[in-house]
């Protein structure tokens, strides 16, 4: 069987800046499985897209995106946009080496440098769902891999970003602390799906091709990114003690069935906030800090990710 041919677009700055002190260890691995590759290094924002978009007419069979979520999002941007041209597209590879590795963990690829190319060695693959985000600051649409926040989570993330010298987790939860004291109001939000439609005021819903974000956070643990559908986590209007019981019932997966939570699974969602005050993400881009409406469709089975198929997390 012809040896395939993967492009590696290797994000130096994920993991704040530990990919970089990783490369020889990945090298090493790739060479000693005996994967034909190129690697070429990202030199900014969008640069993993462009390299992406370009793999399958270079004669590419298969793009590996080696950094975080950031770094799978804008692969799968690019190949994507290389599909919107009519060209085929290379499959996706992932080596994980951001500090969540929440794509990852919801597409059966290991969190682990060596068990990640031995994956690739074995070259199993799958189909995978895309999303496609329309609206904010992208009207004419943006791919994601792994989900879309709405509100809180993105608000948390906003302020996350904004630390200098306090990475990961603790980003997270010291983030989660500055919204605690802000404490937004939910805006009254319109979500309209494959079944009907849902209007109330909303502090936070998760619209989730993998099952989690933050790292921690288990948005939607019963998703499938192979389904042609995206699992809604939706949250009703919430006093911030509700909302710290129901960010320890994230961290389990177990928010299902609680009285101010909504869960349902379709393939396209319109979201509407008729008087502002929605502030969304897709896989930690901020989409819109003050929109009015997105809309969210899942565009089945438009990738080819190799992981470990034979065994999913459940």
Request: proline share 4%; with cysteine.
């Amino acid at each position: 069987m012809k040896s395939r041919r993967h492009l590696i677009i290797y994000n130096p700055t994920a993991g704040k800046g530990s990919a970089a002190e990783r490369q020889p260890e990945a090298e090493a691995l790739l060479k000693a499985k005996g994967i034909d590759y190129d690697l070429r290094l990202t030199q900014g924002v969008w640069h993993a897209a462009e390299l992406a978009r370009d793999a399958g007419k270079a004669g590419y069979d298969i793009a590996v995106a080696v950094g975080g979520d950031g770094t799978v999002n804008e692969v799968v941007n690019g190949l994507m946009l290389a599909s919107e041209r009519g060209e085929d597209i290379p499959m996706l590879g992932v080596l994980s080496m951001g500090r969540g590795n929440d794509f990852s963990y919801g597409a059966d690829v290991p969190g682990e440098l060596r068990a990640c190319v031995d994956i690739l060695a074995a070259g199993k693959s799958r189909p995978m769902d895309v999303g496609r985000v329309s609206g904010g600051d992208y009207p004419n649409g943006r791919y994601f891999a792994n989900g879309i926040g709405v509100g809180f989570d993105t608000i948390v993330g906003l302020e996350a970003a904004k630390l200098q010298h306090v990475h990961g987790f603790m980003a997270y939860v010291i983030g989660a602390l500055r919204t605690f004291v802000i404490y937004p109001n939910a805006p009254l939000v319109r979500v309209e799906h494959d079944d009907g439609a849902i209007e109330k005021d909303s502090h936070q819903i998760s619209l989730m091709n993998g099952k989690r974000m933050g790292g921690t956070f288990f948005m939607a643990p019963k998703s499938m990114n192979y389904d042609g559908l995206f699992d809604m986590c939706m949250a009703g209007r919430l006093s911030r003690r509700e909302m710290m019981g129901l960010i320890l019932r994230y961290t389990k997966g177990t928010q299902e069935g609680h009285p101010k939570i909504e869960t349902l699974r379709s393939s396209r969602y319109a979201i509407t906030a008729p008087n502002g005050g929605l502030v969304v993400h897709a896989d930690g881009e901020t989409i819109c800090i003050d929109g009015k409406s997105v809309l969210v469709e899942c565009l089945a089975a438009r990738v080819r990710i190799v992981c470990d198929a034979e065994n999913p997390r459940t």
